[in-house]
Protein backbone atom coordinates (compact mmCIF):
# COMPACT_ATOMS: atom_id res chain seq x y z
CA UNK A 1 0.00 0.00 0.00
CA UNK A 2 0.95 3.67 -0.56
CA UNK A 3 1.75 5.32 3.30
CA UNK A 4 3.24 8.69 4.11
CA UNK A 5 3.98 9.02 8.16
CA UNK A 6 4.73 12.48 10.06
CA UNK A 7 4.59 13.39 13.61
CA UNK A 8 0.58 14.46 14.58
CA UNK A 9 2.02 17.31 16.31
CA UNK A 10 5.79 19.41 17.59
CA UNK A 11 6.16 22.30 19.76
CA UNK A 12 8.77 24.72 19.46
CA UNK A 13 10.26 27.90 20.73
CA UNK A 14 10.13 31.11 18.69
CA UNK A 15 13.66 32.13 17.28
CA UNK A 16 14.65 28.36 17.31
CA UNK A 17 14.93 25.86 14.79
CA UNK A 18 12.64 23.14 14.60
CA UNK A 19 12.66 19.71 11.98
CA UNK A 20 9.73 18.02 10.79
CA UNK A 21 10.07 14.64 9.54
CA UNK A 22 8.29 12.53 6.81
CA UNK A 23 8.52 9.04 5.86
CA UNK A 24 7.01 7.46 3.15
CA UNK A 25 5.90 4.30 1.35
CA UNK A 26 4.74 4.12 -2.14
CA UNK A 27 4.80 2.24 -5.27
CA UNK A 28 7.03 4.83 -7.62
CA UNK A 29 8.27 8.21 -6.89
CA UNK A 30 8.50 11.67 -8.92
CA UNK A 31 9.06 13.88 -6.14
CA UNK A 32 7.84 15.27 -2.79
CA UNK A 33 5.83 18.36 -1.78
CA UNK A 34 5.62 20.36 1.27
CA UNK A 35 2.72 22.15 2.17
CA UNK A 36 1.84 24.68 4.99
CA UNK A 37 -1.84 24.91 6.26
CA UNK A 38 -2.80 27.74 8.51
CA UNK A 39 -6.27 27.19 10.12
CA UNK A 40 -8.61 28.11 8.71
CA UNK A 41 -7.05 28.72 5.49
CA UNK A 42 -5.66 26.46 2.44
CA UNK A 43 -2.49 24.98 1.77
CA UNK A 44 0.09 26.46 0.33
CA UNK A 45 3.29 25.07 -1.72
CA UNK A 46 6.45 25.41 0.28
CA UNK A 47 9.25 23.70 -1.26
CA UNK A 48 9.25 20.72 -3.86
CA UNK A 49 12.21 17.77 -3.64
CA UNK A 50 13.03 15.19 -6.72
CA UNK A 51 16.48 14.78 -6.23
CA UNK A 52 18.70 13.70 -2.91
CA UNK A 53 19.79 16.63 -1.14
CA UNK A 54 18.96 20.04 0.47
CA UNK A 55 16.81 22.71 -0.86
CA UNK A 56 17.08 25.92 0.68
CA UNK A 57 14.36 29.04 0.80
CA UNK A 58 15.49 31.61 3.09
CA UNK A 59 14.37 30.35 6.61
CA UNK A 60 12.65 26.99 5.26
CA UNK A 61 14.98 24.46 4.24
CA UNK A 62 13.53 20.49 2.97
CA UNK A 63 15.98 17.54 2.77
CA UNK A 64 15.11 14.52 0.69
CA UNK A 65 16.98 10.70 0.63
CA UNK A 66 15.33 8.59 -1.92
CA UNK A 67 16.70 5.43 -0.49
CA UNK A 68 15.46 5.93 2.95
CA UNK A 69 12.02 6.86 2.13
CA UNK A 70 12.78 9.71 3.75
CA UNK A 71 12.07 13.84 4.15
CA UNK A 72 12.46 16.43 6.56
CA UNK A 73 11.67 20.22 7.01
CA UNK A 74 13.60 22.56 8.53
CA UNK A 75 12.58 25.93 9.73
CA UNK A 76 14.95 28.13 10.84
CA UNK A 77 14.04 31.13 13.38
CA UNK A 78 10.80 30.36 13.96
CA UNK A 79 8.20 33.22 14.22
CA UNK A 80 4.99 33.20 15.54
CA UNK A 81 3.39 33.11 12.05
CA UNK A 82 5.27 29.77 11.59
CA UNK A 83 2.18 27.98 13.64
CA UNK A 84 0.45 25.95 11.17
CA UNK A 85 -0.10 22.51 9.84
CA UNK A 86 2.82 21.15 7.63
CA UNK A 87 1.49 18.80 4.80
CA UNK A 88 4.07 16.32 3.59
CA UNK A 89 2.82 14.50 0.38
CA UNK A 90 4.28 12.95 -2.37
CA UNK A 91 3.82 12.08 -6.36
CA UNK A 92 3.91 8.87 -6.90
CA UNK A 93 2.89 7.37 -10.38
CA UNK A 94 1.00 9.69 -12.26
CA UNK A 95 -0.61 12.84 -11.44
CA UNK A 96 -2.23 12.29 -7.94
CA UNK A 97 -0.38 13.02 -4.96
CA UNK A 98 -0.47 11.42 -1.89
CA UNK A 99 -0.64 13.11 1.30
CA UNK A 100 0.16 12.72 4.97
CA UNK A 101 -1.94 13.37 7.38
CA UNK A 102 -0.05 16.76 8.75
CA UNK A 103 2.15 17.96 11.75
CA UNK A 104 0.65 20.78 13.67
CA UNK A 105 3.48 23.00 14.95
CA UNK A 106 2.97 25.14 17.50
CA UNK A 107 5.30 27.76 18.37
CA UNK A 108 5.26 29.23 22.24
CA UNK A 109 7.39 32.82 23.02
CA UNK B 1 -3.21 36.26 -11.16
CA UNK B 2 -6.20 35.59 -9.06
CA UNK B 3 -5.33 32.11 -7.93
CA UNK B 4 -7.84 29.57 -8.16
CA UNK B 5 -11.40 30.79 -7.29
CA UNK B 6 -13.99 29.00 -5.27
CA UNK B 7 -17.59 30.35 -4.24
CA UNK B 8 -19.23 30.12 -2.20
CA UNK B 9 -16.78 30.50 0.97
CA UNK B 10 -18.99 29.61 3.68
CA UNK B 11 -22.45 27.37 3.00
CA UNK B 12 -24.73 26.17 5.29
CA UNK B 13 -27.45 24.14 4.15
CA UNK B 14 -30.69 21.82 5.65
CA UNK B 15 -30.34 18.11 5.30
CA UNK B 16 -31.80 17.08 1.85
CA UNK B 17 -30.97 20.25 -0.36
CA UNK B 18 -28.91 20.32 -3.08
CA UNK B 19 -25.56 22.44 -2.83
CA UNK B 20 -23.08 22.92 -5.62
CA UNK B 21 -19.81 24.74 -4.96
CA UNK B 22 -17.77 26.41 -7.93
CA UNK B 23 -14.14 26.54 -8.89
CA UNK B 24 -12.12 28.69 -11.41
CA UNK B 25 -9.16 27.15 -11.87
CA UNK B 26 -5.95 29.11 -12.37
CA UNK B 27 -5.51 30.11 -16.38
CA UNK B 28 -2.89 27.95 -18.14
CA UNK B 29 -3.40 24.78 -15.63
CA UNK B 30 -4.73 22.01 -17.40
CA UNK B 31 -5.18 19.78 -14.03
CA UNK B 32 -8.21 20.68 -11.80
CA UNK B 33 -8.65 18.32 -8.58
CA UNK B 34 -11.50 18.62 -5.73
CA UNK B 35 -10.71 17.87 -2.25
CA UNK B 36 -12.40 17.37 0.87
CA UNK B 37 -10.52 17.87 4.43
CA UNK B 38 -11.90 17.25 7.50
CA UNK B 39 -10.00 16.88 11.19
CA UNK B 40 -10.94 13.17 11.22
CA UNK B 41 -9.45 11.97 7.81
CA UNK B 42 -7.29 14.82 6.52
CA UNK B 43 -7.54 15.82 2.68
CA UNK B 44 -9.21 13.09 0.29
CA UNK B 45 -9.18 13.39 -3.19
CA UNK B 46 -12.70 13.09 -4.69
CA UNK B 47 -12.17 13.84 -8.84
CA UNK B 48 -9.85 14.58 -10.60
CA UNK B 49 -9.69 16.23 -14.29
CA UNK B 50 -7.09 16.81 -17.19
CA UNK B 51 -8.01 19.10 -19.86
CA UNK B 52 -11.52 19.41 -18.68
CA UNK B 53 -11.88 15.91 -18.96
CA UNK B 54 -12.64 13.50 -15.47
CA UNK B 55 -9.79 10.87 -14.81
CA UNK B 56 -10.19 9.40 -11.54
CA UNK B 57 -13.70 9.84 -9.82
CA UNK B 58 -12.95 6.83 -7.48
CA UNK B 59 -12.69 8.96 -4.49
CA UNK B 60 -16.53 10.41 -4.88
CA UNK B 61 -18.16 8.83 -1.80
CA UNK B 62 -21.17 7.76 -3.87
CA UNK B 63 -23.70 8.62 -6.23
CA UNK B 64 -25.16 11.44 -4.34
CA UNK B 65 -22.13 13.28 -5.46
CA UNK B 66 -21.19 14.91 -8.99
CA UNK B 67 -18.97 17.09 -10.88
CA UNK B 68 -18.86 18.47 -14.16
CA UNK B 69 -15.82 20.74 -16.07
CA UNK B 70 -17.79 21.63 -18.94
CA UNK B 71 -14.97 24.05 -20.04
CA UNK B 72 -11.05 25.31 -18.86
CA UNK B 73 -12.49 28.04 -16.69
CA UNK B 74 -15.18 26.30 -14.56
CA UNK B 75 -15.65 22.70 -12.63
CA UNK B 76 -18.83 22.31 -9.90
CA UNK B 77 -19.42 19.78 -7.29
CA UNK B 78 -22.80 18.71 -6.92
CA UNK B 79 -24.00 17.15 -3.83
CA UNK B 80 -27.81 16.06 -3.95
CA UNK B 81 -29.19 15.35 -0.99
CA UNK B 82 -26.72 16.86 1.32
CA UNK B 83 -26.14 14.85 4.47
CA UNK B 84 -24.75 16.00 7.70
CA UNK B 85 -21.89 13.77 7.32
CA UNK B 86 -20.68 15.85 4.35
CA UNK B 87 -19.84 18.82 6.20
CA UNK B 88 -16.15 19.18 5.41
CA UNK B 89 -14.05 22.26 3.77
CA UNK B 90 -13.92 21.36 0.23
CA UNK B 91 -11.09 22.26 -1.98
CA UNK B 92 -10.72 23.39 -5.68
CA UNK B 93 -6.93 22.66 -6.78
CA UNK B 94 -5.15 23.16 -10.00
CA UNK B 95 -2.21 22.26 -11.78
CA UNK B 96 0.10 23.65 -14.63
CA UNK B 97 1.14 20.85 -16.88
CA UNK B 98 4.75 19.07 -15.81
CA UNK B 99 5.37 16.88 -12.47
CA UNK B 100 7.48 19.46 -10.97
CA UNK B 101 4.44 21.62 -9.85
CA UNK B 102 2.61 21.34 -6.84
CA UNK B 103 -1.09 22.10 -7.00
CA UNK B 104 -2.28 25.89 -5.94
CA UNK B 105 -5.36 25.73 -3.67
CA UNK B 106 -8.50 27.95 -3.65
CA UNK B 107 -9.12 28.97 -0.51
CA UNK B 108 -12.35 26.40 0.05
CA UNK B 109 -15.85 26.26 0.97
CA UNK B 110 -16.80 25.37 4.32
CA UNK B 111 -20.05 23.56 4.33
CA UNK B 112 -22.02 22.47 6.96
CA UNK B 113 -25.22 20.52 6.81
CA UNK B 114 -27.54 20.93 9.31
Known amino acids: GQNIDQPTEMTATEGAIVQINCTYQ??????LFWYQQHAGEAPTFLSY??LDGLEEKGRFSSFLSRSKGYSYLLLKELQMKDSASYLC??????????WGAGTKLIIKP | DAGVIQSPRHEVTEMGQEVTLRCKPISGHNSLFWYRQTMMRGLELLIY????????DSGMPEDRFSAKMPNASFSTLKIQPSEPRDSAVYFC????????????FGSGTRLTVV
Open chain 1, 89 to 98: AVRALGYQLI
Open chain 1, 26 to 31: TSGFNG
Open chain 2, 93 to 104: ASSPPGEAYGYT
Open chain 1, 49 to 50: NV
Open chain 2, 49 to 56: FNNNVPID
